[in-house]
């Protein structure tokens, strides 16, 4: 059976592709979305980052969440390559770009 909400949601303008902090594929969330103050979903940010109205870390710099996603991608057994091309964006999404 097809899942129509799922592809609605990630071919329309009004939300990013890519969690605008950690750079994870919005599609690839297990919470398709994070949560703002009052339970709606944000689809700026995923459900890992962001929860509640704020980010559940308290990281102040791209590089802090570089070497996390980093880190959690050489757990998962991808190589440095890989690791790299997966991270090189994070310093300009939305959350870091201030």
């Given at each position: 059976?097809?899942?129509?909400?799922?592809?609605?949601?990630?071919?329309?303008e009004a939300y990013d592709r890519f969690c605008q902090?950690c750079g994870m594929p919005m599609e690839k969330d297990?919470?398709?979305?994070?949560?703002?103050?009052?339970?709606?979903?944000?689809?700026?940010?995923?459900?890992?980052?962001?929860?509640?109205?704020?980010?559940?870390?308290?990281?102040?710099?791209?590089?802090?969440?570089?070497?996390l996603v980093k880190g959690k991608l050489k757990e998962?057994?991808?190589?440095?390559?890989?690791?790299?091309?997966?991270?090189?964006?994070?310093?300009?999404?939305?959350?870091?770009?201030?």
């Amino acid at each position: 059976m097809l899942d129509f909400s799922k592809e609605i949601l990630y071919n329309m303008e009004a939300y990013d592709r890519f969690c605008q902090s950690c750079g994870m594929p919005m599609e690839k969330d297990p919470g398709f979305g994070g949560t703002n103050n009052d339970g709606t979903k944000t689809h700026k940010y995923c459900s890992l980052c962001f929860e509640n109205g704020s980010f559940k870390d308290s990281f102040t710099v791209s590089d802090e969440m570089v070497d996390l996603v980093k880190g959690k991608l050489k757990e998962m057994g991808y190589s440095s390559l890989k690791r790299w091309f997966f991270t090189s964006h994070i310093h300009g999404l939305e959350r870091w770009k201030a």
